[in-house]
């Protein structure tokens, strides 16, 4: 009975001998990458016997031998760029190509000058208290093997720090392009994501890739949400259809702050997500919401946590699933009520739509409830089209394949509709839709 | 004649619930299907609209020379025939606005038209939905959802003063509304009435004839058309009920 996979683990300890001869780095960070890559040499990768992989896989990932990403000409970055959903937005944007900052295709120009938005390696190298302080504080090494192997390697990524009171107008929004080459290749992305007290903003996180072979984006993104502050944020994974895809979001939530996060999966072969919210501070509130739209062979796990440790929080949870072919999925959405948390309100609901016989999904809730006087509910559907809505639409005259993709579009849609800046809702939108179209 | 069903048998499971329907439609004619609960109306409505949960074992309806039983849902709506739902369905996420666009635009593309923009369409419905009296938010909202058993009803209608049906088949349009619902559908109904448009109302009740006039009453009693004649048949029905008629065909059985 194992539960880790340690074959190629011998792999990432070269790189990471390489990395620390390569590049200089101050003693907490390298002595916190050590601490990282010590943990993950002790868990290895997962089997599916661990309880939290039991559905996922990872295998692929384990098995295949990934070399850092090389760094590449950014410039043909910039043609798959425009077919991004977020093409045409006009918002600050950091662009990171195989997982270097891509200065050229960035712009920072319509940004407020308080707000700083840079390389997170280049912070590190200007000797940020602000990183030092809060850089691995929220995000889980040691139980999570992935988010160890990221935070062994941090190197580059964004970081964005928002003073207190300020409101932005326009989204930030970091692009991550891999450009795979002809071997398997790993980056590291690492985004800190700093929000000062009585602040509003909207960040948006792509992951866009191009190629055909295999590739491994390894992300972790920590966000601290200060006190009274509201934050949007919005994550699409748009890899290619041969990537794999992990993921860590940590949101760490202060008294009366808000979040409101939505994860849309597209992409990858093989992706994973794990998603946290916690309510530190009394009278927070989270929402954690969630799209994935899988065909072929794709797998997509996303496991939420929703962690309450204050009284008088709230947290909503919508998780809608689209699966075609002999797609799986997995929703894992735990909820913790920690023994101080009293008057917790917490709703989670994942609702699935599966469009052929041969696609699976594995939903599953787990509570962990330790205060009395707590409202936590929640469900998970699986189900078809609704026979009776396709036929009033068809015996109006609209044709089945239209018919079909228009009510797949409108499941989709309650999530998108949930998220608050107008543009990019549209254009996730349209982005699934396109999707959907492809597969149809 | 624009429809001609002969024979047509028809079951869901093995249950027969139409069991040799015999019926012509001539264009420009309204004619009212009545009878009790059962008796198999909707069945049929339903099987000329193109429902896939009713097998058709037996008959042929023929549709302006076509087959129609040979034809998809789509093509039927595309070809002319529309249905009004007796339950219309709820779709939650799609705009009235966009629903009724992309129909019209599917039968218009069908008959080689230009498609309509959303403001084109717009100045198109509005007439329609004062005859119908809908209020424009209606039109933002997604499809039934939320709407009451009369706001449905007369969306039903309204679909079907913008889409221009050839046949339009109602199925029992009047169940559940209120008088002056009743009245507003009407209207909508007989503002269709035309030398170019055929109506088959189905109804359980002889009051909605009051105010759709047929030219023609059929009465349908478990599967069979038991009895047809003019308007006068639907009052004698008022009078007598259904049973005087199940009896007389039970007699001679």
Known sequence: MTTAIKEHQDVYLQSFRQLEQRAKAPEWLARLRREAIESFMELGFPTTRNEEWKYTNAAPIARTVFEPAPAVAAAP??????????????????????????????????????????????????????????LARYADCAANPFAALNTAFIEDGALIDIPKRLELAKPIYLLYVTLAGPKPTVTHPRNLILIGGESQATVIEGYLGFGDSAYLTNAVTEIAVGENSILEYVKLEGESATAFHTATVKIHQARNASAHATTVALGARLAREDTTAALDGEGGEATLNGIYVLTGEQHVDNHTTLDHARPHCASRELYKGILDGKSTGVFNGKIIVRPDAQKTDSKQ??????????????????????????????????????????????????????????????????????????RLRERLKEAVFERLARSA | MLLEIKNLRAKVGANEILKGINLAVGLGEVHAIMGPNGSGKSTLAQVLAGRDVYAVTEGEVTYAGKNLLEMAPEDRAREGVFM????????????NTYFLRAALNAIRKHHGQEE??????????????????????????????????????????????????????????????????????????????????????????????????????????????????????????????????????????
């Open chain 2, 116 to 253: 309509l923009d959303a403001m084109d369409f717009l100045a198109l419905v509005r007439d329609k939905m004062k005859l119908l009296d809908m209020d424009e938010s209606l039109m933002t909202r997604p499809v039934n959802e939320g709407f009451s058993g009369g706001e449905k009803k007369r969306n039903e209608i309204f679909q079907m003063a913008v889409l221009e049906p050839k046949l339009a088949i109602l199925d029992e349009t009047d169940s559940g509304l209120d008088i002056d619902a009743l009245k507003i559908v009407a209207r909508g109904v007989n503002a269709m009435r035309s030398k170019e448009r055929s109506i088959i109302v189905v109804t359980h009740y002889q009051r909605l004839l009051n105010y759709i006039v047929p030219d023609f009453v059929h009465v349908l009693s478990n599967g069979r058309i038991v009895k047809s004649g003019s308007k006068d048949l639907a009052l004698e029905l008022e009078q007598k009920g259904y049973g005087w008629l199940e009896d007389a065909v039970n007699a001679t059985a």
């Open chain 1, 77 to 134: 970055a910039v043609e798959f760029m425009a077919k991004s959903p977020f093409a045409e937005m006009d918002c600050p944007r950091l662009v990171f190509v195989n997982g270097r900052l891509a200065a050229d295709l960035s712009s920072l120009d319509s940004l407020a000058a308080e707000v700083k938005v840079m390389s997170l390696g280049k912070a590190i190298a200007d000797g940020s208290s602000q990183v030092e302080e809060h």
């Open chain 1, 349 to 422: 609901s994942n609702k699935n739509l599966l469009l052929s016989e041969e696609a699976t999904i594995n939903t599953k809730p787990q509570l962990e409830i330790y205060a009395d006087d707590v409202k936590c509910t929640h469900g998970a559907t699986v189900g078809q089209i609704d026979a009776e809505a396709l036929f009033y639409l068809r015996s109006r005259g609209i044709g089945q394949l239209e018919a079909r993709s228009l009510l797949t579009a409108a499941f989709a849609n309650d999530v998108l509709d949930k998220i608050k800046y107008s």
């Open chain 2, 84 to 95: 009004a739902f007796q339950y219309p369905v709820e779709i939650p996420g799609v705009s």
